[in-house]
């Protein structure tokens, strides 16, 4: 069956030192306690090897929040899967809002990403999420299908079963403004429903799905106890090691 999971993103916050404190604070909190759900953090290219060097990653999974569309070679500032991979990291996050929207990621070049991240044995966690006015004007269940469709519809079902997912609402991100947990129920149910459809009902029962946009320890019990809710991908609230792990025992 599949696994639940609450992954924090930390986006562009925290100095190294900043953030190999934080990470410390989360995997000593993990010491104490034992998660229902296998908990990740998503970091800056910066701090994966530090990070990864004072970790335990099989309490504690490492990723990183982007990776290059290319292999090797003349592309100067991006930092490749393999890269990522040698610092120790299993995880990588592609397609978050942020980098479609600020840094015109397409679903072309998330599939050049996802195919490098597989051949370097990282998981992705792939966002999907419709933007406000797709949420208001009734199209939001066609936008995720396409998001889907085009980023991911390409792999082999043995390759889809390595993805997790992510649905973000972009208007929820960062804003305040959760979706309620029927609203994410709903999508959630709705997605894995398109993947059964094109990988079949085994497939899409075993993909984990996870609700992102201003998750918190306050809302995170009632989100997951949505059926087809499998977990957190968790911005501002995982950069505080007490409230990530107040969502983390939500399970
Ligand atoms: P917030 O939890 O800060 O809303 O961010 C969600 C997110 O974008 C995680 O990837």
């Given amino acids: ?50 990070i990864a060097d004072v970790i335990d990653q099989q309490k504690l999974g490492l990723g990183a929040e982007n990776c290059a569309d290319h292999a ?17 990291a299993t995880y990588v996050i592609l397609g978050h809002s942020e980098r479609r929207q600020y840094y015109g990621e397409t679903s072309a070049t998330l599939r050049d990403k996802v195919a490098l991240a597989l051949e370097n044995r990282l998981t992705p966690i792939f966002c999907i999420g419709e933007v406000l006015e797709e949420r208001e004007n009734g199209t939001y269940l066609d936008v995720v299908k396409t998001q889907i469709e085009e980023g991911l519809f390409n792999l082999s079902a043995d390759d889809f079963s390595k993805i997790i997912l992510a649905y973000e609402p972009v208007w929820a991100i960062g804003t305040g403004k959760t979706a309620t947990d029927d609203q994410a129920e709903e999508m959630h149910a709705y997605i894995r429903k398109v993947i059964a459809e094109k990988y079949g009902q085994e497939v899409a029962d075993n993909t984990s799905i996870l609700y992102g946009g201003s998750c918190k320890p306050s809302n995170a019990k009632a989100l997951f106890a949505k059926p087809n809710v499998d977990g957190g991908l968790i911005g501002g609230a995982s950069l505080d090691a007490q409230s990530f792990m107040g969502i983390v025992t939500a399970f």
């Fill in 1 to 50: 069956m599949r696994k639940k999971i609450v992954a924090g993103n930390w986006k562009m916050n925290t100095t190294l030192q900043e953030g190999v404190g934080l990470a410390k604070d989360v995997n000593e909190a993990l010491k104490g306690v034992t998660p229902q759900c296998d908990v990740i953090i998503a970091v800056p290219f910066t701090h994966l090897a530090p």
């Fill in 72 to 88: 090797k070679g003349a592309y100067t500032g991006e930092v490749s899967a393999a890269m990522v991979a040698s610092t120790g």
